[in-house]
């Protein structure tokens, strides 16, 4: 069974930083293509940046290009998303997803494996 748990969500001042962890012990990993989405209050999921399995090919919305930076470890099993310079509009819940293809659409359809999501509030 598959097991992705994210973690490092909290309630930021717009300005602010948080980096979420994805922990994926039961994946292979090394060879796992994977994405963070996000889903905001009566909005549909929308990918925020995904990742190859080697990290050669990385894909990010345009909402956050320039503040935002995705890793894998592949070591530890973690996928990391850095959020920088967070401003309200990112408020939402975030999902990693695994079991898939990256590509520069990331799409949520692309993805088969999903986490429960961590809660990002970015006050203004």
């Known amino acids: 069974q598959v097991e992705m748990v994210e973690s490092g969500g909290g309630l930021v001042q717009a300005g602010g930083s948080l980096r979420l962890s994805c922990a994926a012990p039961t994946l292979h990993f090394d060879g796992d293509e994977m994405g963070w989405f996000r889903q905001a209050l009566g909005k549909e999921r929308e990918g925020v940046s995904c990742?190859?399995?080697?990290?050669?090919?990385?894909y990010y919305a345009n909402s956050v290009k320039g503040r935002f930076t995705i890793s894998k470890d592949n070591g530890n099993k973690t996928l990391y998303l850095q959020m920088n310079s967070l401003k309200p509009e990112d408020t939402a819940m975030y999902f990693c997803?695994?079991?898939?293809?990256?590509?520069?659409?990331?799409?949520?359809?692309?993805?088969?494996?999903w986490g429960q999501g961590t809660q990002v509030t970015v006050s203004s």
């Open positions: 997803a695994s079991g898939g293809k990256c590509s520069a659409r990331i799409r949520a359809s692309d993805f088969g494996y």
């Open positions: 990742t190859s399995w080697d990290g050669a090919h990385i």
